[in-house]
């Protein structure tokens, strides 16, 4: 089943394009693995997944659903896509387990023990049950994001929107997100992920989207476009990074 | 020293149920006030350039004008229409409301816009709505923070309910002026009409920092 299809996509910010024409399809199950140089639109990109950039031109469709017609509700479609941030923007004024249980309990109208009792359930998953009393304040970064999935996970997302979701780590609480999301991958969720880490995307993509100058320059299975890649432009991030 | 303390035991029954007036008009205009300035930062945030506009003339307005020609302008101006007809207390309480809504829109607008553009982001990307955004996660944080220039603006607006004494509001001031000019003791009367307004301010800013405290930002 199709979970993402983006055709023609075009995002600019006044007179700056930052997406020119991409064009993708993103499959059920499927961990899709965004690379780039930086300021080439593979943020933006992603943001326009769940429209937290309004999109310029061209179609983004979710489980079929045109996220770009204002017919349909984006908040509605919100609900089935997760999404991780960088700066991981928990809610600072609320505890761990409100974090992740705001959303169910307002949007899904959960009670507050079934709220809960799913709610530790992710936590656990993350590894961190025996903070759910804590303030994000109180936490380390690596603490911070891995409590950031669990609070999309919460809303049992279809699909999960990660933006460079370890870049803001001090390196060794990288670990520690990466495993949450091989983890996550491994269940079966769709998931798109921004990322500097190629080591992640080699291991758990199961495609690689190369994109420079506002477009796809080149996607590819992790071992071929890493192996061998086909564009100049291609060759020369990766020699860069590699 | 005696009399000075027999002028103050004659006065102060009269001077306390004058405080009870100014703090009848300040609680009832600074909620008010802060509607209106909630309503107006929301106006003035919202997509809509009209509501924006809306809200922009209104603080302007305020902010442009002196507060004793706003108390004219609602009491004699306003009463003057036919289809208006407002008491003097009334008058009061409305111009203090409207003058602090003026100002309070723009301690919510800074704080509001304080608040990092992430957690609108974190919040809409779970499928919360603007307004669940606003009223679960935005507000919450930003009235945490802008509590201390919060404080400051009902300072100010405790103080300005003074000048409803000259449309004749019997409040404190306005107690303190008829104890004046009935005992011939000036001095002895405002020196203590001064000391009652710096114990209720005080009493105010302490409240306002045990609340803070309370409240600290996380």
Redesign the interface.
């Known amino acids: 089943m199709t979970m993402i299809r983006v055709e023609n996509l075009k995002k600019s910010f006044g007179d700056l394009e930052v997406i020119k024409d991409m064009s993708t399809v993103v499959e059920e199950k499927e961990v899709i693995c965004v690379i780039g140089p930086s300021g080439s639109g593979k943020s933006t990109f992603l943001r326009c997944l769940?429209r937290?950039e309004e999109i310029t031109d061209g179609h983004v469709y979710i489980e079929g659903v045109d996220i770009t017609d204002p017919k349909n509700n984006i908040?509605?479609i919100?609900?089935d896509?997760?999404?991780v941030?960088q700066?991981f923007?928990?809610?600072?004024?609320k505890t761990v387990m409100q974090n992740v249980t705001?959303?169910p309990m307002?949007?899904k109208n959960m009670d507050k023990a079934a709220a809960e009792k799913k709610a530790y359930e992710l936590l656990d998953k993350v590894g961190l049950r025996e903070k759910a009393k804590a303030?994000?304040?109180e936490l380390s970064g690596g603490q911070k994001q891995r409590v950031?999935i669990a609070?999309?996970l919460a809303?049992d997302p279809k699909i999960m929107?990660f933006d460079e979701p370890t870049s803001a780590l001090d390196p060794e609480m990288v670990g520690d997100v990466l495993d949450v999301m091989k983890e996550l991958a491994r269940e079966g969720m769709t998931m798109v992920v921004v990322t500097h880490e190629m080591g992640f995307a080699a291991e758990m993509g199961d495609r690689v989207l190369f994109i420079d100058g506002g477009y796809i320059v080149e996607e590819n299975v992790p071992k071929e476009l890493f192996g061998n890649p086909q564009h100049e432009r291609t060759k020369a991030f990766l020699s860069k990074v590699l | 020293m005696d009399a000075w303390i027999n002028t103050w035991g004659n006065a102060l029954p009269y001077l306390l149920e004058g405080l009870q007036v100014t703090l009848y008009i300040f609680f009832i205009a600074i909620i008010i006030g802060f509607l209106i300035g909630l309503l107006m930062a929301l106006l003035r945030l919202s997509p809509f350039k009209i509501l924006n506009w809306i809200a922009k003339i209104f603080v302007d307005a305020i902010r442009g004008t002196p507060f004793i020609v706003q108390l004219f302008f609602i009491y004699f101006g306003l009463n003057s229409l036919d289809f208006i007809s407002m008491d003097n207390t009334t008058a009061g309480i409305v111009t203090v409301a409207i003058n602090a809504g003026a100002y309070f829109s723009e301690i919510i607008r800074a704080g509001i816009q304080s608040i990092d553009k992430g957690q609108t982001e974190a919040a809409r990307s779970l499928g919360l709505n603007s307004t669940q955004n606003m009223r679960h996660i935005i507000l919450p944080q930003a009235f945490r923070r802008m509590l201390p220039t919060f404080t400051n603006q009902a300072i100010i607006s405790l103080k300005d309910t003074s000048l409803l004494s000259v449309i004749g509001v019997a409040d404190l001031t306005q107690e303190g002026r008829i104890q004046a000019s009935a005992t011939f003791q000036a001095f002895e009367i405002y020196l203590l009409l001064g000391v009652i307004y710096f114990i209720v301010i005080y009493l105010l800013s302490m409240l306002a920092s045990f609340v803070e405290r309370k409240f600290v930002l996380r």
């Open positions: 769940n937290l908040n509605k919100r609900q896509v997760g999404m941030f700066q923007n928990l809610f600072p004024h705001l959303a307002k949007l303030y994000p304040g950031a609070r999309a809303m929107l």
